[in-house]
T-cell receptor, first 115, second 117 residues
Framework: AQSVTQLGSHVSVSEGALVLLRCNYSSSVPPYLFWYVQYPNQGLQLLLK??????LVKGINGFEAEFKKSETSFHLTKPSAHMSDAAEYFCAVRAYNNAGNMLTFGGGTRLMVKP | GAVVSQHPSRVICKSGTSVKIECRSL??????MFWYRQFPKQSLMLMAT?????????EQGVEKDKFLINHASLTLSTLTVTSAHPEDSSFYIC?????????????FGPGTRLTVT
């Protein structure tokens, strides 16, 4: 079975500071991993994904994540936070149900950016 | 990029009535669509997986007769909340998988806020 754990339901950083959002996964098959961002009252937008190949993945808005198999982690980082980065972030892993492929989401991390 | 729309974005209905929410993939064919429910400050809960031309697969604990899902074409899936009650008030989000993309990512609609009075 596949599962995702996001450490820290709330993360607060100052504008210009490093952003680090943690994600650990459990998967019985080679994982496909995703980070999504959700702004209030909106759907989810894909930030980046890891499938195969390079373990450091760059996404939109200056975010990147590194797949570390030995640590079963896929942490999301951004060197310098911007006020517009304040949102809810979800890590997800490819999973399976009776209908086929699906995504299993972590509990989410709310990022707050202080001026 | 892949775009998924949902309609309506907000709906208020009276208890006992039914509400239909549409989910459309605008620029790609979606063999599979997903319906999620999200409570305030919580993660997404998968309700059902909808494959085009076949019956939806519901997650455990989701009432099939209450949440009717139809996926009649490669670009449209609908969720009908039947005999709605106040506890059905929630944020409903659909997503779609592009069968031409092998990475299994899902493209999400903007969500529908349902309020049952």
């Amino acid at each position: 079975a596949q599962s995702v754990t996001q450490l820290g339901s709330h993360v607060s950083v100052s504008e210009g500071a490093l952003v680090l959002l943690r994600c650990n996964y459990s998967s019985s098959v080679p994982p496909y991993l995703f980070w999504y961002v959700q702004y209030p009252n909106q759907g989810l937008q894909l930030l980046l994904k890891y499938t195969t190949g390079a373990t450091l993945v760059k996404g939109i808005n200056g975010f990147e994540a590194e797949f570390k198999k030995s640590e079963t982690s896929f942490h999301l980082t951004k060197p310098s936070a911007h006020m517009s980065d304040a949102a809810e972030y979800f890590c997800a892993v490819r999973a399976y149900n009776n209908a086929g492929n699906m995504l299993t989401f972590g509990g989410g991390t709310r990022l707050m950016v202080k001026p | 990029g892949a775009v998924v729309s949902q309609h309506p974005s907000r709906v208020i209905c009276k208890s006992g009535t039914s509400v239909k929410i549409e989910c459309r993939s605008l620029d790609f064919q979606a063999t599979t669509m997903f319906w999620y429910r999200q409570f305030p400050k919580q993660s997404l809960m998968l309700m059902a997986t909808s494959n085009e031309g076949s019956k939806a697969t519901y997650e455990q604990g989701v009432e099939k007769d209450k949440f009717l899902i139809n996926h009649a074409s490669l670009t449209l899936s609908t969720l009908t909340v039947t005999s709605a009650h106040p506890e059905d008030s929630s944020f409903y989000i659909c997503s779609a998988h592009d069968r031409a993309v092998l990475s299994y990512e899902q493209y999400f609609g903007p969500g529908t806020r349902l309020t049952v009075t």
